[in-house]
């Protein structure tokens, strides 16, 4: 959405307990752009939040809503975004821009540049590093597929602090 999209707050009654006992529950929404909206309806989301004590019973909600018409609403899961709202794009998206930024950073610039981008190579490593322990570590691959780890509890704990000291050592000698 817009940064100058506008917020409303309605009531709502989607709680049975806090209905019962009196306590007000707020929708706060923002109205969905018209090209989302189809014969059914409007796709509004929302958050319910039911905050309060009556008779010794205190409750505080606070839950993902959704409606059709902006009237009704039902708690479930949040709906997934829509392809044409601007959200940045997706991580793989991400981190191919990052990766092509500073190949052409590596290639492009001049000798500096090449230096600051090697120097950071460090964190990539380490990142990798992280990965492949976390698929052979005992919350793998192995265990999804019923076998056993390749490397089992404290063992991994202990690659991934030896190679970060290693990789930090690197990061120190080669920082510009």
């Given at each position: 959405?817009?940064?100058?999209?506008?917020?409303?707050?309605?009531?709502?009654?989607?709680?049975?307990?806090?209905?019962?006992?009196?306590i007000l529950q707020y929708v706060e929404y923002e109205p969905p752009p018209r090209e989302w909206c189809s014969k059914e309806g409007c796709p509004y989301e929302g958050v319910l939040t039911a905050e309060g004590c009556k008779r010794g019973i205190c409750v505080r909600y606070r839950v993902w809503v959704h409606s059709r018409d902006g009237r009704r609403w039902e708690a479930r899961e949040r709906w997934r975004r829509r392809d044409d709202e601007d959200v940045g794009g997706c991580i793989r998206q991400q981190a191919a821009e990052t990766v092509i930024a500073l190949i052409a950073y590596a290639l492009i610039g001049g000798p500096e540049e090449r230096k600051a981008v090697r120097s950071g190579a460090w964190f990539v490593a380490l990142a990798?590093?992280?990965?492949?322990?976390?698929?052979?570590?005992?919350?793998?691959?192995?265990?999804?597929?019923?076998?056993?780890?390749l490397l089992p509890f404290p063992y991994d704990l202990a690659t991934v602090a030896a190679g970060a000291v290693i990789l930090y050592v690197v990061a120190v000698l080669t920082a510009p």
């Amino acid at each position: 959405m817009t940064a100058t999209a506008r917020k409303i707050k309605a009531t709502a009654s989607v709680f049975e307990l806090p209905q019962r006992l009196g306590i007000l529950q707020y929708v706060e929404y923002e109205p969905p752009p018209r090209e989302w909206c189809s014969k059914e309806g409007c796709p509004y989301e929302g958050v319910l939040t039911a905050e309060g004590c009556k008779r010794g019973i205190c409750v505080r909600y606070r839950v993902w809503v959704h409606s059709r018409d902006g009237r009704r609403w039902e708690a479930r899961e949040r709906w997934r975004r829509r392809d044409d709202e601007d959200v940045g794009g997706c991580i793989r998206q991400q981190a191919a821009e990052t990766v092509i930024a500073l190949i052409a950073y590596a290639l492009i610039g001049g000798p500096e540049e090449r230096k600051a981008v090697r120097s950071g190579a460090w964190f990539v490593a380490l990142a990798f590093l992280i990965f492949l322990i976390d698929v052979i570590g005992p919350y793998g691959l192995s265990s999804v597929y019923g076998g056993g780890p390749l490397l089992p509890f404290p063992y991994d704990l202990a690659t991934v602090a030896a190679g970060a000291v290693i990789l930090y050592v690197v990061a120190v000698l080669t920082a510009p």
